[in-house]
């Protein structure tokens, strides 16, 4: 811009000056001829203009005025894209013409000219003259016309001797018509053509700016990203570290672990030492119940002396009081008499003395009468009392025995899976695994037996289907039946029900006991389980074609610890059939047997029953799956859901279960509220307590039923107790399912999916979060356990003796809740079989219970 302002003043100037007389101020003319000066320097094209260093222009005058006027005008220029470097020479002597690109001479030195001409020789030098007469010497000369302008002459031929070439324009402005208005008429144009392109080169610069601006963006974007990956990338190597930690971790684990089996042979062959004791022990208890028997037989002989006693004794105060009856009769007959005859009252009074004595008789009698009664009540005491201590001595026995021989079978199974171990080696263990599982089976079975014997027994009906009961057993035995090749099937009779309500559990003992006594006492043939139904009473047949049973000896097998016949190595206890017996005959009915011996025996047990609908059996529940219901899928039922309860932890419990799931719940603390809630909040779902201040839940049922929009609302009841009575009582109000306390949690969510659209989101990686939360060891898992209550203690120690994932279900549901970090280590347990860990901590603090409860009395 500067560059181009500047060219239109020089051209300004130039325009000005050429057009007018200059005379009058000297020094414009001056202006003009530097200005020509510059012009001329402009359009002149040397050969070597890339390889000049600077621009020289070399001016001979004495008053410097020209050169000042040039150094000014050009203080901003350049020439050939070189600085501008004015030299302004006084005298000749100075040989600055040479290196010079100009030579600028002024008319005071004009007698110098041809000197300076001869001094260039042939070198590429504009020699500029001014108003020189003879172009000899000048190439371009600047003289004066009569108007008083500037014009300028050139000599081409002495241009092109010195390699130079001058523009079409300057040699235009040659020769006496100077146009200086085309000229500035042509600068005019080219700087208009310049300030388009000017224009044009400031939008693109706006372009490229605002693209400059764009890719920055992009660049921060991208540098945004990199650090971001960055980010990510030292996150997985931090994660890979972990793993390969956690890898570790394990491996170490796993060589822990090969230890503890060594330790766990070592405890095995201590274990197998302790049983033999436990079974000498065992022996040793069986022989004192022997005598206790025997003992208490002996007391029933006197008893029943005693009762015979006082059956005599019964006798004899009847016959006293006959006596006395007929003497009160003849004392009436006297009393009459009395009053007739005087004489006879001598004979009365005889008569009353003589009544008198036997009151006295009777009276010594009775006295008798009441010790004998006394000395009974004794004998009777002293029966139970050994009867009982008996009972529990049995099961606190069989309790003790129990304990060391889960662990006995747990282990052994545990070692016959164990592919490492030799063949003869497994034999062995198979023997161990056999006779522990013998030993259990007598356990269990004295058990039953003491808690029949304590009248312990109860009975637990629920609805069932009786075929698959029976089926269910017999194909479970069938394996046992086809060993020995005997042929095992069942028959129905006629049409079995589909619901009965029953004992379904003693159902199955009883069939499994003469299943496999059926089996064990055959040796060919064919065994029959016969099903019949007829006035409400189930007719079970066991019938097999093996060894039967001598006359003599029926009365006697269903005595506890009979064994009849040939013994066979494959006998049991003794006890099958008196606890058949005792349970067929607890839940109302009968068992008979004929048999034959060499022929087969027939056992015939009727049970009573009572008639259910189909709709009401209780499907066993699928296996419980430890997975957490953390929410359900979008596109499931919300659900208003209220919950009637009057016990705040329950209601915290519930709470807890359904607060996952998209439902909006509130809470009534009592049947009135219920009622009340229901019609302001409209429920979808009502959870109902049975029990409750106020109003219970059965009314409050019948008149939420009873009300506008009743009828739609589905109602599900909490009950403590489920009898038939109370479950008929609840579908009456109108309850659409029930549940039991203690409930499961799987139970509730399967309530809700049987009546509402809804699919549950299960938590896959809880348990690995868990357990990466909190990593197992003994001390932690103890640390843990102690802050269990002693009823949770006790029930986390039975279900872990009985050494089995599936009885561990119950418990971890409920640490599930009470504390997850314990939860997570008893799962862990459960996983590597360590159960040893959580039976040995509940002793442990059991121990120490004991130990600070003993310190505070
Ligand atoms: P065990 O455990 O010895 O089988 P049980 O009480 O079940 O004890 O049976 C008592 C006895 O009755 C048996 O020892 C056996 O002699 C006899 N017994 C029971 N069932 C049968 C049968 N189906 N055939 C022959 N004998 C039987």
Same mark, same amino acid.
């Given at each position: ?25 000297? *020094?414009?003319? =001056? #202006?003009?001829?530097?200005?020509? /000066?510059? &012009?001329? !320097?402009? +359009?002149?094209?040397?050969? @070597? ?65 041809? *000197?300076?001409? =001869? #001094?260039?020789?042939?070198?590429? /030098?504009? &020699?500029? !003259?001014? +108003?020189?007469?003879?172009? @000899? ?79 920055? !963006? ?640």
């Amino acid at each position: 811009m500067k560059i181009i302002f500047r060219n239109i003043v020089l051209i300004s100037v130039l325009m000005v000056f050429s057009l007018s007389a200059y005379d009058t101020v000297a *020094k414009s003319r =001056n #202006e003009v001829i530097a200005a020509y /000066i510059y &012009l001329l !320097s402009k +359009n002149t094209k040397w050969p @070597n203009e890339a390889g000049m260093k600077k621009f020289q222009i070399v001016i001979f005058e004495d008053d410097n005025s020209i050169a000042n006027i040039l150094k000014k005008m050009t203080q901003d220029l350049k020439l050939k894209n070189k600085k501008i470097e004015i030299l302004n020479v006084h005298s000749l002597e100075q040989s600055l013409v040479k290196s010079a690109q100009v030579v600028f001479v002024s008319q005071q030195y004009g007698a110098s000219l041809e *000197k300076i001409y =001869n #001094e260039i020789g042939t070198k590429p /030098i504009l &020699l500029i !003259s001014e +108003n020189i007469i003879d172009m @000899n010497y000048s190439m371009v000369d600047l003289y004066e016309n009569i108007k008083y302008r500037i014009n300028i002459r050139i000599n081409l031929q002495n241009i092109s001797k010195h390699h130079l070439k001058v523009n079409d324009k300057i040699i235009l402005l040659g020769g006496s018509k100077v146009d200086v208005s085309k000229l500035y008429k042509s600068s005019i144009k080219t700087i208009q053509e310049q300030e388009k392109k000017f224009e044009k080169y400031q939008t693109l610069n706006k372009k490229l700016k605002e693209e400059l601006k764009h890719q920055n !963006s992009k660049i921060l974007l991208l540098k945004k990203d990199i650090d971001a990956k960055k980010k990510e990338y030292s996150h997985m190597l931090h994660l890979i570290k972990k793993k390969e930690k956690y890898i570790q971790e394990k491996e170490k684990k796993i060589i822990e672990k090969e230890e503890q089996l060594s330790l766990l042979q070592k405890d095995y062959q201590e274990l197998k030492d302790r049983l033999q004791e436990k079974q000498i022990f065992l022996e040793k208890k069986i022989a004192e119940v022997q005598k206790a028997k025997e003992d208490i037989h002996k007391y029933s002989i006197i008893l029943n002396n005693k009762l015979k006693n006082i059956d005599k004794l019964d006798q004899r105060i009847k016959e006293q009081e006959a006596t006395i009856a007929k003497a009160k009769e003849q004392r009436l007959v006297q009393e009459n008499q009395i009053h007739k005859q005087k004489l006879v009252l001598l004979l009365m009074g005889i008569i009353a003395l003589l009544l008198l004595l036997f009151m006295i008789y009777f009276y010594a009698n009775k006295k008798t009468l009441e010790k004998l009664n006394q000395d009974l009540h004794l004998a009777k005491d002293e029966a139970e009392y050994a009867n009982r201590s008996k009972s529990i001595f049995l099961a606190n026995m069989s309790h003790e025995l129990r304990t060391p021989l889960n662990a006995i079978l747990g282990f052994s199974e545990l070692l016959l899976e164990d592919s490492k171990l030799s063949k003869n080696y497994k034999k062995t263990i198979d023997i161990i695994y056999n006779s522990g599982n013998f030993l259990l089976t007598l356990i269990n079975d004295i058990l039953d037996i003491a808690r029949i014997e304590s009248g312990k027994t109860v009975i637990e009906n629920s609805f069932v289907n009786i075929k698959y009961i029976v089926e269910d057993v017999v194909s479970i035995l069938k394996s046992r039946a086809e060993a020995k090749e005997l042929d095992l099937k069942i028959e129905y009779i006629n049409e079995i029900a589909e619901c009965i309500e029953i004992d379904a559990k003693k159902i199955r003992q009883i069939l499994i006991n003469h299943i496999t006594n059926a089996i064990k006492y055959s040796s060919s043939g064919t065994i029959i389980v016969k099903l019949e139904m007829k006035d409400k009473k189930l007719y079970l047949n066991i019938e097999d074609e093996g060894a039967g049973i001598a006359q003599k000896d029926l009365r006697t097998i269903f005595e506890p610890f009979e064994q009849v016949g040939d013994a066979s190595s494959d006998t049991g206890s003794g006890l099958g059939l008196t606890i058949s017996k005792q349970f067929i005959e607890a839940m109302g009915g009968s068992i008979t047997v004929t048999s034959e011996l060499g022929k087969g025996s027939i056992f015939s047990i009727i049970i009573p029953y009572k008639e259910c609908k189909k709709s009401e059996i209780v499907v066993e529940h699928r296996a419980l799956s430890l997975k957490k219901v953390i929410g359900a899928t979008a596109d499931s039922q919300h659900l208003k859901v209220l919950i009637v309860e009057d016990k705040e932890n329950n209601i915290l419990l519930l709470k807890r279960v359904l607060e996952v799931l998209p439902f909006e719940i509130e809470v009534a603390r009592n049947g009135e509220d219920a009622v009340k809630l229901f019609q302001s909040f409209h429920p979808d779902l009502i959870w109902m307590d049975r029990r409750m201040p106020k109003m219970n839940g059965e009314k409050a049922t019948k008149i939420i039923r009873s009300l506008p929009g009743g009828k739609d609302v589905v109602i599900i009841a909490l009950t403590a107790s489920a009898t038939t009575d109370d479950k008929k009582r609840l579908e009456e109000v109108g309850v659409d399912a029930y549940t039991v306390k203690p409930y499961k949690f799987q139970d509730i969510y399967n309530l809700i999916k049987q009546f509402f659209k809804i699919e549950y989101i299960y938590d896959d990686d809880d348990d690995m979060v868990l357990k990466k939360e909190s990593s197992y060891s003994y001390d932690r898992l103890k640390e843990e356990m102690a802050l269990l209550e002693d009823s949770m203690l006790d029930e986390l120690y039975n279900s872990a003796i009985l050494l089995n994932k599936d009885d561990m279900k119950a418990i971890l549901e409920k640490l599930s809740i009470y504390n997850r970090k314990l939860y997570a280590m008893v799962v862990e347990v459960v996983e590597n079989l360590n159960y040893m860990d959580i039976l040995k901590a509940v002793d442990e603090i059991r121990k120490e219970r004991e130990g600070e409860k003993s310190e505070d009395k």
